[in-house]
Each structure stands twice: as structure tokens, then as C-alpha cells.
């Protein structure tokens, strides 16, 4: 019904910026909530930024002040802007969705495939 895509993945020396995207579609009346997680090798997945519907923002403290999500309805996308990455930044970026099917009142939660970010130090 709903199909998440990630881009902007790569790798990136320590200290330079990347630009994750995230493009739903499918059967989509809104997205009430969106975020996105990282896992590490040997590590659980965790929560990096959300982004609510009405553009409140929280972040892990991990990047408070180099990470900025931001979304634009119209095109149903989430943006990860990510700048003065380190090392400890590498991992596949998950996206994440809360959305309300088209035609309907329900809202399921969503994850994409993953893209993932190394950056070498």
C-alpha cells in the first residue's frame, strides 16, 4: 500500500555532509509522524530525528546541532541533513512512517529499505 525509498547514502570523510532523502508513496492520505533510525554493526537500531506532521523535531543527542530533518508534504518526502559527520555516524539509515491510508482511517507504520552512510575518518 505505502512504499518508503531511501536515497542519498555514500561514503564520506569525517567532518563533510550528506543528504539522506525519502520518498513515500502508494496509498497515502498523510504521514502523521516521520523519522529516521540508524543501526550499527552489532548495534540496535536507534532513533536519530523525528519530524511530526505540524514540523516538531526532536533529535538523539548524538547530533543535536549537526543533523536537521525537514519534510515537504507536497511531495511526501523527509530529508536528513547531515553535516560534520564522524565516524561513529556510520550506519544503514532507516526511514519511518506513521501514515494514514488513502480512503480509509487507519494508520500503519512504515520502514524503508535502509541507505547506507560510512564515512571514514
Known amino acids: 500500500q505505502v512504499q518508503l525509498v531511501e536515497s542519498g547514502g555514500g561514503l564520506v570523510q569525517a567532518g563533510g555532509s550528506l543528504r539522506l532523502s525519502c520518498a513515500a508513496s502508494?496509498?497515502?492520505?498523510?504521514?502523521?509522524?516521520a523519522g529516521w533510525h540508524r543501526q550499527a554493526p552489532g548495534k540496535q537500531r536507534e532513533l536519530v530525528a523525528a519530524?511530526?506532521?505540524?514540523?516538531?523535531?526532536n533529535y538523539a543527542d548524538s547530533v543535536k546541532g549537526r543533523f536537521t530533518i525537514s519534510r515537504d508534504n507536497a511531495k511526501n518526502t523527509v530529508y536528513l541533513q547531515m553535516n560534520s559527520l564522524k565516524a561513529e555516524d556510520t550506519a544503514v539509515y532507516y526511514c519511518?512512517?506513521?501514515?494514514?491510508?488513502?480512503?480509509?482511517?487507519?494508520?500503519?507504520?512504515?520502514w524503508g529499505q535502509g541507505t547506507q552512510v560510512t564515512v571514514s575518518s
Open positions: 502508494g496509498r497515502i492520505s498523510s504521514i502523521i509522524t
Open positions: 519511518n512512517a506513521e501514515v494514514i491510508v488513502a480512503g480509509t482511517f487507519i494508520d500503519n507504520n512504515y
Open positions: 519530524i511530526t506532521s505540524g514540523g516538531n523535531t
